[in-house]
């Protein structure tokens, strides 16, 4: 508003005192006038979404959204012109390069995306909120919903109106769960590491840990000697005391047998040998070796009838590898070490039926020693080298390396791995490939990722004149990367492959998922010693028994936990149709995979 003076007393009529005021207040009002008043203020803001440098496609609703709770947002395009008004507008935008301004009272943010063809191929959409509407066009479409570190409850399709029957056999979807999978008796449990003492000058002197220098024990066959064996129903409570005679001993074995056992014909002598011929030099190769505690040179087996008692196949304890402490107030207390590199295994049983035949006590004795050889090179190794801080491997990857190492030895069907893997594809969903609950279900999960990764990288060959020995085509330099990597959990599996964790989970889904679109059967390998398959994949045959993983109505919905995913059941439209996502709650990031054909 502008101001004017239209009146004023002559200026020799003010008297001299009020003069200088007059003055002042002339000036300020002549200033005023000149000067329009404005009482609108700076608007800061940044536009939120879309997102410079992310995927979009023409056929899914994009998303326009500012930092600021207002719906005073014009928005418009460079291409298309004004494309609406208000904040978190949802809104389909054609094929090619787009310049999008968001004004609020005139100031404004601009930025630019690329939106992508609706062509032929897999789409991914991010689901970052929902009820989220996408276009598709006609045809059959074979879809999946995944995680990466997010959770989203029932995820689930609303009506599709002119959906048709399933394009793909029912019964082809199911074949891998047809056989059910036995989830006992447990392969193995994982056991505690010791408190390492402090101070730094503790380890030096080797008041806790073991000195590789200790002069070796001496036995002789049938010499006789007690164990302390973990009674895994009760792990706080006190150890069994198992007495057991030296039944076996060679240059890398030494192999004890409780005295209670009872075992029937030459079924240990059949396991003993699979394992030094075998086993031992596989394991090694695989991973290295396992550190000589007791410095006799051998590794040490103790078979004891407590773990079939209990429902465990074997087990390795760490706190083996740390000194014996029987001082209930010492903050390194460790009572039951037998201060030795030792494995503990169930009695092997004759009856084919049993779930302790020689080949599963065969296959928990190679998934123990990848235990203990692990456990040496990731952490023990560094906490003998005074680095009392030295991370142990998350379960997940531990179990997934020796479930792994069974399959390596070509003991993976024989053995009762695949059940695991049969498990997961039960309820994939339901199984993070690194969650930190203990599962059959998890097991399977992580085995399948990590020989599907051993295979990319190059995996392995076998010598034509040994089959026993293992060459090196690419997956065991991988491997001994991540055991020899500082670094542990989800993250160092990227890190030790040389991709980012992500893609290499996306790049899994995205075959897994051409394979249940094409319908090939998965062209495994098989070991020339044991004749057994080494690698786990999707729609193995027949004879394999392993199909696809179980799907699911995309009417129905599903909760998927981090790094999970869930196949859901193909289905034809007729036309071009809107479909719209819903879910309960998304936090995180999901992702809606398609293809139509």
Known sequence: MLF????????????????????????????????????????VFSITSPKPGWMYYENTKIIMAVNLNTDNIKWSSDTVGVLGKGNHLALFLPQGLHCIKADIDGYTRELSVYVSPSADGMHTILVNYAPMEIKMKNGN?????????????NFRMSQVPSMLTSPVSHNLLQ?????????????????????????????????IIRNSNTISNSYNLGDKRTFFVINTGDQSGTPHNA????????????????????????????????????????VQTLWGKTSDIDNDGRITLLFSPTLNDEGVLGFFNPADFFIRNEDVTSNVYNPSSNEMDIIYVALPEIDPKSAYTPASINATIAHELTHAATFTIK????????????????????????????????????????????????????????????????RGAITLF?????????????????????NCQGGISFLRRMVESPHTGWESIGIAYGKHISQLFNEFLYEMHDYRMTNNTYNYKTDPYTNEVVDFFVNMGETIGLG?????????????LPWTFKFLDPFSLHNETLLTLNAGNISGTTFYSYTTR
Not at 141 to 153: E, K, L, Q, R
Not at 247 to 276: F, M, P
Not at 452 to 462: C, I, K, R, T
Not at 548 to 560: Q, V
């Open 4 to 43: 004017k003076i239209t009146a004023y007393l002559p200026f020799a009529q003010i008297t001299p005192l009020q003069k200088p005021l007059s003055l002042f207040f002339c000036i300020f009002i002549l200033f005023s006038c000149t000067q329009e008043v404005r009482n609108d203020k700076t608007i």
């Open 450 to 470: 990590l020989s599907w990764l051993f295979w990319e990288a190059g995996g392995m060959s076998w010598d034509i004149s040994d089959p026993v020995k293992l």
């Open 548 to 560: 696809f993983p179980k799907t699911l109505s995309i009417y129905t919905g599903t909760s998927l």
């Open 141 to 153: 479409c074979f879809s999946f919903a995944y995680t990466h570190d997010g959770i989203v409850n």
């Open 175 to 207: 074949t891998s769960h047809l056989s059910k999978s036995s989830e006992t008796p447990s392969r193995d449990i994982r056991l505690p590491m010791p408190v390492v003492g402090k101070p730094v000058n503790q380890i030096r002197q080797r008041s």
């Open 243 to 282: 007495n057991a005679e030296l039944v076996h001993q060679s240059n890398s074995l030494s192999v004890w047998v409780s005295d209670t056992a009872s075992l029937s014909g030459d079924v240990l002598e059949k396991c003993v040998e699979v394992v030094e011929t075998l086993i031992i030099p596989r």
């Open 379 to 442: 952490t023990w190794n560094r906490i003998n080298s005074g680095n009392i801080n030295a991370s142990r491997e998350e379960l997940f990857l531990d179990e997934g390396w020796s479930h792994l190492t069974e399959s390596l030895c070509g003991l993976g069907i024989s053995g009762g791995n695949i059940n695991f893997v049969k498990r997961f594809f039960e309820n994939t969903s339901a199984f993070s490939l690194c969650g930190q609950d203990d599962s059959a279900g998890m």
